[in-house]
T-cell receptor
Framework: NAGVMQNPRHLVRRRGQEARLRCSPMKGHSHVYWYRQLPEEGLKFMVYLQKENIIDESGMPKERFSAEFPKEGPSILRIQQVVRGDSAAYFC?????????????FGPGTRLTVT | SQKIEQNSEALNIQEGKTATLTCNYTNYSPAYLQWYRQDPGRGPVFLLLIRENEKEKRKERLKVTFDTTLKQSLFHITASQPADSATYLCALPQGSSNTGKLIFGQGTTLQVKP
């Protein structure tokens, strides 16, 4: 039973380019969460999605960041026109559709470096 | 605003001893609290969840307590082993517990020496 998968594991972008981070939740999970972890800081919630719906994006920066979780395929976190301050580890987590949404299962993360 | 505090100083203990980590929170009353483990370069791994009406929960060598009066959770690892060395994160639901949105503490790094 594969866990949460994220790719790429490492991503290097120059300032101004776009970054696309992918997350495939665990089989049977329909809730996806994205978190960002800056160096020496804790995990910060960004967005919570269900299939084809954004449930809570209160942690997303207002500009340049967007997320989607289409009916088919992985969830995508997209960062346009990246800046150095976007360099961080981005983690995706998933939880099952029914019963408890409490436990979240995290992927290995994508480490974004902006040069 | 809701705030979580974990001891930012690393905890160093000898193998076989009990490690105790603390999580304090302010400005709200969460329905539950979770503990995660994070190893360097990896994603957090869920360990335990304790609900507001539970005083204590155990899983193998792990024990979590939840004191809603003190607004504090204690996380214990008994008979600690070097393999327990990691950063341990406390997490609480932000706002409504139905959103699944978690806020995390900074984490406490545990180092178990053989």
């Amino acid at each position: 039973n594969a866990g949460v998968m994220q790719n790429p594991r490492h991503l290097v972008r120059r300032r101004g380019q776009e970054a696309r981070l992918r997350c495939s939740p665990m089989k049977g999970h329909s809730h996806v969460y994205w978190y960002r972890q800056l160096p020496e800081e804790g995990l910060k919630f960004m967005v919570y999605l269900q299939k084809e719906n954004i449930i809570d994006e209160s942690g997303m920066p207002k500009e340049r960041f967007s997320a989607e979780f289409p009916k088919e395929g992985p969830s995508i976190l997209r960062i346009q026109q990246v800046v150095r301050g976007d360099s961080a580890a981005y983690f995706c987590a998933s939880s099952p559709p029914s019963g408890s949404i409490y436990e979240q299962y995290f992927g290995p993360g994508t480490r974004l470096t902006v040069t | 605003s809701q705030k979580i505090e974990q001891n930012s100083e690393a905890l160093n203990i000898q193998e076989g001893k009990t490690a105790t980590l603390t999580c304090n929170y302010t400005n709200y009353s969460p329905a539950y609290l979770q503990w995660y483990r994070q190893d360097p370069g990896r994603g957090p791994v869920f360990l335990l969840l304790i609900r507001e009406n539970e005083k204590e929960k155990r899983k193998e060598r792990l024990k979590v307590t939840f004191d809603t009066t003190l607004k504090q959770s204690l996380f214990h690892i008994t008979a600690s082993q070097p393999a327990d060395s990691a950063t341990y994160l406390c997490a609480l639901p932000q706002g409504s517990s139905n959103t699944g949105k978690l806020i995390f503490g900074q984490g406490t790094t545990l180092q178990v020496k053989p």
